[in-house]
Nanobody, 122 residues
Framework: VQLQASGGGLVQAGGSLRLSCAAS????????MGWFRQGPGKERESVAV????????YYADSVKGRFTISRDNAKNTVYLQMNSLKPEDTAVYYC????????????????WGQGTLVTVSS
């Protein structure tokens, strides 16, 4: 499975961005999908997770109420809508695909995209 993340960029605090992660080479609807991020000098952390059908969704406390994860299995794509962005949201955002686990730890993910940089200016 290949994952291609896109949609990052530079935005002012309070602004919005939508990240996309397109999958190819596998059966997308069988994967649990997650968005992770790694800020400067920080470890990679889970941001949001969505199950096969979207019935179960997890958000990190730091993004609840501001970020929304969704998926379109017909388009083999998972999205992360990010609103009310803060400077502390600055990070490289990665999408991951897991074949088994609804997990918030990156070691449970089997495939990764290359990352897309989000920079939020104050």
């Amino acid at each position: 499975v290949q994952l291609q993340a896109s949609g990052g960029g530079l935005v002012q605090a309070g602004g919005s961005l939508r990240l996309s992660c397109a999958a190819s080479g596998g059966i997308f609807s069988r994967y649990i999908m997650g968005w992770f991020r790694q800020g400067p000098g920080k470890e990679r952390e889970s941001v949001a997770v969505i199950t096969w059908s979207g019935a179960t969704i997890y958000y990190a406390d730091s993004v609840k109420g501001r970020f929304t994860i969704s998926r379109d299995n017909a388009k083999n794509t998972v999205y992360l809508q990010m609103n009310s962005l803060k400077p502390e949201d600055t990070a490289v955002y990665y999408c991951g695909a897991s074949t088994k686990y609804v997990a918030t730890v990156d070691i449970r993910y089997d495939y990764w995209g290359q990352g897309t940089l989000v920079t939020v200016s104050s």
